[in-house]
């Protein structure tokens, strides 16, 4: 285990947090990812997390109640707690060490005062909270896309973030082929847990069509949209790039990516919450530049930065 330090006013973008300390003590299990302070352009919190959280807020009001499912080290549930001002979270994830040490990061960051209730606990997706019996007007994922070939290679990943064990629910063919099973399973589940008028956020790194994005929702019985659009770089290069590439080459995608570079030029001045209300124009401006999973992995390697796309996708029950 690791501990690192946050600035919350940084990581979060804003003047001063008003519900959290303004240094963050956060604790990182071993079978967490670490918040990748040193770069926020790759870090998945800072970099598209946050910038949903406030187009959230701005479009609709606070969120008094949020979970997480898959939150690694919690600090989404403390830019929620900040953001939305979440009053009860839920937050998943599936080694009990990692979602121990994330409530005791989110329990020991909040200011004293503040009225705060977390119902946590570690298994698969949604299922750990079923027994609380809650709802929540805000659902979060950021779930792996990889999927194992065994239940071992899975297992023997460092963290839950790397590849999805295989699953035995049937899950629509454009799903399994841009690898968003875990997404959709996600989906399904959250029906149980939403509040009414509730939405639920699927952060996806856009290395497939957003189209393919917006038909996930559809699929598993939703009303669909794309909230925020952006990118970020893409963090583990070597094995994303190479793990995409040979799935790819297993008849999976295609998939995407782009050269930093061009994705830093494109979207200046485009925030992402005026991103996601253009998202298909954009992707479409920006197809010529796209690489293949293969092509990418070969820029990477000739020391080219690469990046790609990332979408939240917003599902909402049809008659809310």
């Known amino acids: 285990m690791s501990v690192v330090t946050v600035n919350s006013s940084a990581y ?8 959290l300390a303004a240094e963050l003590t956060v604790s990182v ?39 997480s499912i898959g939150t690694g080290s919690g600090l989404d549930v403390l830019a929620a707690i900040e953001l939305l001002e979440a009053e009860r979270v839920g ?40 027994r609380y019996g809650s709802r929540y007007e805000v659902i979060y994922e950021n779930l792996p896309n990889v999927p194992a070939d065994s239940e071992a290679d899975a297992t023997a990943a460092r963290n839950s973030g790397t590849y999805v064990p295989p699953r035995r629910e049937p899950v629509p063919e454009l799903v399994r082929r841009h690898m968003l099973d875990l997404h959709f399973i996600a989906l399904a589940q959250a029906r149980d847990f939403l509040a009414a008028g509730g939405v639920m956020y699927s952060c996806l790194g856009a290395r497939v069509p957003l189209t393919v994005l917006l038909r996930l929702g559809e699929l598993a019985g939703y009303r669909a949209a794309i909230a925020t659009y952006g990118w970020k ?3 583990d290069p070597e094995l994303v790039l190479r793990e995409h590439a040979d799935r790819e080459a297993r008849g999976f995608g295609p998939f995407h990516f782009y050269r930093a570079e061009i994705l830093e ?44 796309t990332v979408a939240f996708l917003q599902s909402e029950e049809k008659n809310s």
């Open 29 to 67: 299990a071993d079978r967490a990812y670490e918040p990748r302070l040193a770069d926020l352009r790759s870090d998945w919190v800072a970099s598209a997390a946050v910038p949903a959280f406030k187009a959230h807020r701005q479009r609709r009001g606070p969120a008094r109640s949020f979970c």
């Open 91 to 130: 937050l998943t994830d599936v080694h009990a060490e990692v979602v121990l040490t994330a409530a005791g990061n989110v329990r020991r960051n909040v200011r004293p005062a503040l009225p705060l209730t977390v119902e946590a606990g570690h298994g698969d997706l949604l299922e750990p909270l079923r």
């Open 265 to 308: 030029r494109f979207f200046a001045g485009i925030s992402p919450a005026d991103g996601g209300e253009r998202a298909l124009e954009l992707e479409e401006q920006l197809q010529p530049r796209q690489l293949s999973a293969s092509a990418a992995l070969a820029e990477f390697q000739r020391g080219a930065a690469i990046g790609h």
């Open 12 to 19: 979060l973008g804003i003047a001063r947090p008003e519900r």
């Open 233 to 235: 770089l893409q963090g």
